[in-house]
């Protein structure tokens, strides 16, 4: 998105008639696209199948030990292994986690849910988070027209992990690089802990850590059918992990290790 910026509590004199975004911090625009042809191994994007995208906002970092714990108990095991410890993603969150963390962030910040369970937008209504496999659980909604915090699908993914624009520009083996090291944090290099966001190369939207550090939940937009995780993270060794085209399968009601999350926003 292009057009003038202006600061919070910013005085602007109108001369004719102007069309006002607003603008989250931390949050990187991504235009959509219509992708038709076979792209650098893709299983998603594979000239088989047409995939559109529509427009939406990216987190550029994965969720925080910090903003989870804001919002309730913080599961990471993760809390004094690196740095500033609110400052490493939150890791140990299983789906059902981070669906509860999606609705409870966007309804502390006024927006409308995207998430249901049981007809409800409510997390408090939701009961406590199952440890085991939920029929209602595993059959909840997101609606895609809300305003409200998000996980990307499998699809928004791969396409901000490997730089959005069309998927014109250069495919790289990881997320801003086809060197491992420069952009993602595995076994290989992480002493087996997480480390602090953002301190590894960005990829070209300014997405940090879309290989690496934790594994992300993605949103499957069918219903009681299984989700994936992406990126890669801190236990795993980079290949193939940590690849862009790499999406596995993820137990919903585990809160395993390496899973974090980022949370995206429909572009309205």
């Given at each position: ?204 939207l300014g997405l940090y850590d879309m290989s690496g550090n934790v594994y ?53």
């Open positions: 998105m292009t057009g003038t910026s202006y600061d919070d509590g910013a005085t602007i004199t109108l001369n004719s008639n102007i069309t006002l975004y607003a603008k989250w911090t931390d949050f990187v625009f991504v235009k959509g696209a219509t992708i038709e042809g076979q792209i650098a191994d893709s299983a998603l994007f594979n000239g088989k199948n047409t995939i559109t995208i529509n427009d939406f906002y990216i987190c550029n970092h994965e969720v925080t030990q910090a903003e989870y714990e804001a919002l309730g108990a913080l599961p990471s095991e993760m809390a004094d292994t690196d740095g500033v410890s609110g400052n490493n993603p939150v890791n140990k969150v299983s789906l059902y986690d981070a669906l509860v963390y999606c609705n409870k962030r966007l309804v502390k910040e006024g927006y409308t849910p995207c998430y249901s369970i049981k007809g409800s937008t409510n997390p408090e209504s939701w009961g406590t988070v199952p440890t085991s496999k939920d029929s209602d659980w595993d059959a909840a909604i997101c609606d895609f027209t809300a305003n409200g915090y998000r996980l990307p699908t499998e699809s928004e993914w791969e396409y901000a992990a490997r730089g959005g624009n069309g998927l014109t520009g250069t495919q790289y083996l990881y997320a801003g690089s086809n060197t491992v090291n420069d952009v993602a944090w595995h076994s290989g290099n992480s002493g087996y802990k997480t480390h602090e966001v953002k301190t590894k190369q960005s990829n070209t992300e939940w993605c949103w499957n937009e069918n219903a009681n059918a299984a989700h994936f995780v992406s990126g890669g993270c801190w236990t795993m060794n980079y290949d193939p992990a940590c690849k862009v085209f790499r999406h596995i399968t993820s137990t919903s009601y585990a809160q395993n290790p390496g899973n974090g999350l980022r949370v995206v926003r429909t572009a309205e």
